[in-house]
């Protein structure tokens, strides 16, 4: 959500500037800039688009791209306290809570509360979690297939180390 939001805005600021100046204009200062700039955008719009293909197969089964990562996580980690789970899937606590209040309402997970701790609540997949997250993973993962066979083998392992390298440059 909040990148399509952000891809949204950004392709708006884009637009306007685009809209707004002659073409010559439109760059950047500087060549660095702009490749920056359009290669950020390249990246932003694409994948948006792979994931918005990716997760159609959520909509079956009613599950929101939240909802879908909680039961993830749970199926391939096993039961995870809340913070876990939020860390997991880079959300919230507070989100977290109210995800696992609505898979709860649907039978698909379980809170289970510490005998020597009661502060401390594990979360669980109840058997009709495990076996929708078994059917729907397996659907994500030959969507997820399907969609990088548009890239050789070669491409597909190349834009893995730039992803993993773009993205540990954060943590410098």
């Known amino acids: 959500m909040f990148l399509t939001l952000f891809v949204e805005q950004y392709s ?3 637009n306007s500037i685009t809209l707004n100046k002659s ?3 439109m760059k950047p200062a500087t060549n660095e800039t702009y490749r920056s700039l359009t290669t950020y955008t390249k990246l932003m719009r694409a994948a948006e688009s792979v994931t918005v293909r990716v997760h159609r ?3 079956t089964p009613k599950l929101t791209i939240s909802q879908f990562g909680v039961l993830e996580a749970l199926y391939h980690k096993g039961p995870l306290c809340q913070r876990d789970i939020a860390t997991k899937i880079l959300k ?3 989100n977290i809570t109210l995800v696992i ?4 309402k649907q039978n698909l997970v379980r809170r289970e509360r510490d005998n020597e701790d009661r502060r401390y609540v594990t979360i669980h997949l109840t058997d009709a979690g495990t076996t929708l997250i078994a059917e729907v993973f397996a659907d994500i993962e030959a969507s997820i ?4 066979a548009a890239l050789s083998e070669n491409e597909q392992e190349l834009l893995g180390s730039l992803c993993k390298k773009l993205g540990l440059k954060g943590g410098e």
Request: no cysteine; aromatic share 0%; glycine share 4%.
């Open 12 to 14: 708006l600021m884009l």
């Open 23 to 25: 073409v010559s204009e």
């Open 57 to 59: 197969v959520l909509a």
């Open 92 to 94: 919230s606590t507070g």
């Open 101 to 104: 209040d609505n898979l709860e």
């Open 145 to 148: 297939v399907r969609e990088m």
